[in-house]
């Protein structure tokens, strides 16, 4: 004999803990890390020969990276899109992976001649656009980045 109650106790309890999993599922990836990122160049900069670092460059080969934008894998820390931090030849390297209380930090080395790259997103802060900074050779990027 089926046990009524029985069964319209499990037949509610799947529904229930679905539609609760579901309302957390925001709040959980607010407060997250995620595998990659979207980001976006909001200002550049360009160290000068007196020493300076003006506002937002308007060198040409450096006005067309305004805007842009790309995705970082946290595993691999690999650039893709308009920036990139590698080559056929060099890979980057991820030296912290990042958390909520690390940045991601990532370096390339490529060469010769040598020329190196710096990349950190601020994963520990707790809005969920987060500040990324990149810097390679005498160029500073800078901008947000949102998880995927």
């Known amino acids: 004999m089926l046990n009524i109650t029985r069964c319209y106790m499990y037949t509610m309890f799947v529904p229930f803990v679905m539609s609760a999993l579901m309302l957390m599922s925001p709040v959980a990836s607010a407060v997250g890390l995620y595998d ?6 909001k200002s550049i900069r360009s ?4 020493g300076s670092m003006p506002g937002t460059v308007e060198l040409p080969y450096l006005s067309e990276d305004l805007g ?20 056929w030849e060099r890979q980057p390297k991820v030296v912290d992976r990042g958390s909520k209380e690390q940045a991601l930090k990532v ?6 001649p040598v020329n190196i790259a710096y990349l950190q997103v601020g994963l520990f802060y707790s809005s969920l656009e987060k500040p990324f900074l990149y810097i390679k050779n005498t160029d500073i990027y800078a901008g947000l980045c949102t998880g995927l």
Request: charged share 25%; hydrophobic share 35%.
């Open 36 to 41: 990659s990122y979207a980001c976006e160049v």
């Open 47 to 50: 160290l000068g020969q007196d």
């Open 68 to 87: 842009a934008k790309f995705v970082i894998d946290r595993d691999t820390g690999r650039m893709l899109g308009s920036l990139k931090n590698y080559d």
């Open 107 to 112: 370096i390339t080395i490529f060469g010769p």
